[in-house]
């Protein structure tokens, strides 16, 4: 959605010689992920997590500026084997072409890692919010931690040697 215009109706006009829609913004993507074959996305946190719900073999070109975000997740997805990544400094046309047709030539070991992936970030930060939560309650009822007060006179060495006597 960010897309300058005059790029934007470049590409519209590129999509529509090749009889292909082009949508600036499109409220529905959940339906149009579901009815690809292969997705081909920068990688955002919600379109990503659309395709691992979906199962949908995907290519992530994730974008480098202004954060790092998308890569990093591009990356960790790949080494489990959830999507194909191409980095922006490898894209080119021969690059693009050779990924998608690798997804959709062979797009069974995705779905099979895809089925394997549990969606279970909420719980481990509901767990480690509970951890945290229980670790400051537990120091609020301790109170907090002073040091012995020596008695007048006595030095540490003394107080240790009338501990062992008694």
Not at 78 to 102: T, V
Request: glycine residues 6%.
């Amino acid at each position: 959605p960010f897309m300058p215009k005059p790029e934007r109706e470049k590409v519209a006009r590129r999509a529509q010689r090749l009889r292909a829609r082009f949508h600036h913004f499109y409220r529905r993507m959940e339906t149009l992920i579901g009815l690809a074959d292969a997705v081909v996305t920068m990688g955002g946190y919600n379109t990503t997590c659309e395709i691992l719900s979906q199962i949908k073999p995907s290519l992530v070109i994730p974008r480098e500026v202004p954060r790092l975000e998308q890569r990093i997740r591009a990356e960790m997805l790949s080494r489990r084997k959830l999507i194909e990544f191409l980095p922006w400094e490898e894209l080119s046309p021969d690059s693009l072409r050779d990924k998608i047709a690798a997804l959709l030539d062979d797009p069974e070991p995705y779905r099979r890692a895809m089925e394997t992936f549990k969606f279970c970030g909420l719980d481990v930060i509901s767990a480690r919010v509970a951890a945290f939560r229980a670790a400051q309650e537990s120091e609020a009822c301790e109170g907090p931690k002073r040091p012995k007060k020596k008695r007048a006179g006595e030095t540490a060495g003394e107080l240790g040697a009338a501990g062992a006597e008694g």
